[in-house]
T-cell receptor, first 108, second 114 residues
Framework: AQRVTQPEKLLSVFKGAPVELKCNYS??????LFWYVQYSRQRLQLLLR??SRESIKGFTADLNKGETSFHLKKPFAQEEDSAMYYC??????????FGKGTHLIIQP | DGGITQSPKYLFRKEGQNVTLSCEQN?????MYWYRQDPGQGLRLIYY???????QKGDIAEGYSVSREKKESFPLTVTSAQKNPTAFYLC?????????????FGPGTRLTVL
C-alpha cells in the first residue's frame, strides 16, 4: 500500500534560517511526488512536483529513491512562507495520497 | 480564483439528515475527486471519477455517495450513515491519466453536524 509520512506536525523557524520539511513515502512502483501548500484563508495549491525539478518561491525538493524521501527545502525562510504544507504521492489511477501535513511557522 | 467552485462554504446539518455538497469545474477536466480534511489527519480520498457516469470508492467512502452525470459537476452526498461527518470537504479536478497531472482544489465546504 502506498503511504506518505510527514513526521513533523509543527515546525517553527526564525526568518532567514534554513527550512527543511521532511517527507518519506512508501510505494512499490515509480512514484510521482508533489508538495502542496495551503496559506491562511486560501485554497490548497500545488507548490512543486518532482518531475519538473523547478524551484518555486525559493523552495526545492529532490526525490531520493534510495531513502524514499522527498524533503522540501529553502535556504532562507521568509515570513510569507508560513502555511500548511502537504506532501503527496501519485501512484495509481485514483487520487493522490497525502501526508498529514506540516504546519510551518516563520517567526520574525 | 474560479475554475473549480464549491458550495456552500458552510453547511449545518441535523443528525439523521442527508446533505449534498456541490462541486463544479470549468477547466474541462475529466477527473474529479472528493477529499475529507480533518485536523492532524491530512486529506483522505472519499470518491473519485475519471470520466462521466463512472466513479470509484476511495479510502473512506462509507457513508458517502456521489454522482457524475456531467463532466463539470461531481456532487457529494453525506448520508446519515456517516458516523462522524463534521469535517472540511475539498473537491479537486485534474486532467485524466496517464501520468500525474496537477490537481486543482476548490475552496472547500465546512460541514457541521448539530
Amino acid at each position: 500500500a502506498q503511504r506518505v509520512t510527514q513526521p513533523e506536525k509543527l515546525l517553527s523557524v526564525f526568518k532567514g534560517a534554513p527550512v527543511e520539511l521532511k517527507c518519506n513515502y512508501s510505494y512499490s512502483g515509480s512514484p510521482e511526488l508533489f508538495w502542496y501548500v495551503q496559506y491562511s484563508r486560501q485554497r490548497l495549491q500545488l507548490l512543486l512536483r518532482h518531475i519538473s525539478r523547478e524551484s518555486i518561491k525559493g523552495f526545492t525538493a529532490d526525490l531520493n529513491k534510495g531513502e524514499t524521501s522527498f524533503h522540501l527545502k529553502k535556504p532562507f525562510a521568509q515570513e510569507e512562507d508560513s502555511a500548511m504544507y502537504y506532501c503527496a504521492l501519485g501512484g495509481g489511477a485514483d487520487g493522490l495520497t497525502f501526508g498529514k501535513g506540516t504546519h510551518l511557522i516563520i517567526q520574525p | 480564483d474560479g475554475g473549480i467552485t464549491q458550495s456552500p462554504k458552510y453547511l449545518f446539518r441535523k443528525e439523521g439528515q442527508n446533505v449534498t455538497l456541490s462541486c463544479e469545474q470549468n477547466l474541462n477536466h475529466d477527473a474529479m475527486y472528493w477529499y475529507r480534511q480533518d485536523p492532524g489527519q491530512g486529506l483522505r480520498l472519499i470518491y473519485y471519477s475519471q470520466i462521466v457516469n463512472d466513479f470509484q470508492k476511495g479510502d473512506i467512502a462509507e457513508g458517502y455517495s456521489v454522482s457524475r452525470e456531467k463532466k463539470e459537476s461531481f456532487p457529494l452526498t453525506v448520508t446519515s450513515a456517516q458516523k462522524n461527518p463534521t469535517a472540511f470537504y475539498l473537491c479537486a479536478s485534474s486532467k485524466a491519466p496517464p501520468g500525474y497531472n496537477e490537481q486543482f482544489f476548490g475552496p472547500g465546504t465546512r460541514l457541521t453536524v448539530l
